[in-house]
Nanobody, 114 residues
Framework: QVQLVESGGGLVQPGGSLRLSCVASETIFSMSAMGWYRQAPGKQREFVAG???????SYADSVKGRFTISRDNVKNTVYLQMNSLRPEDTAVYYC????????WGQGTQVTVSS
């Protein structure tokens, strides 16, 4: 059964931090590159950060130096540590494989506002 469950979002002030988690079913997590994506209101979903099975990492330019992606291959979990958050980071955050597979989880809402 394909499963992606994101958590950890919330309301935070500008400059604050959040840590997102995504638990995936082993069938899609094992040996896969994993990524975080986000979709802001009225905008298309965009790539945020990715990590390969061998821990090669990439980031969107907009989050470099502020966000850190990591994975735990025992727990089938990928994380996104988000620091120095900005209002423009407000979005629903999703995880998926790289390249994406058809199923998406429900996502987790991140709102950055004072």
């Amino acid at each position: 059964q394909v499963q992606l469950v994101e958590s950890g979002g919330g309301l935070v002030q500008p400059g604050g931090s959040l840590r997102l988690s995504c638990v995936a079913s082993e069938t899609i997590f094992s040996m896969s590159a994993m990524g975080w994506y986000r979709q802001a209101p009225g905008k298309q979903r965009e790539f945020v950060a990715g990590i390969s099975w061998g821990d090669r990492i990439s980031y969107a330019d907009s989050v470099k130096g502020r966000f850190t992606i990591s994975r735990d291959n025992v727990k089938n979990t990928v994380y996104l540590q988000m620091n120095s958050l900005r209002p423009e980071d407000t979005a629903v955050y999703y995880c998926n494989t790289i390249p994406v597979q058809e199923y998406w989880g429900q996502g987790t809402q991140v709102t950055v506002s004072s």
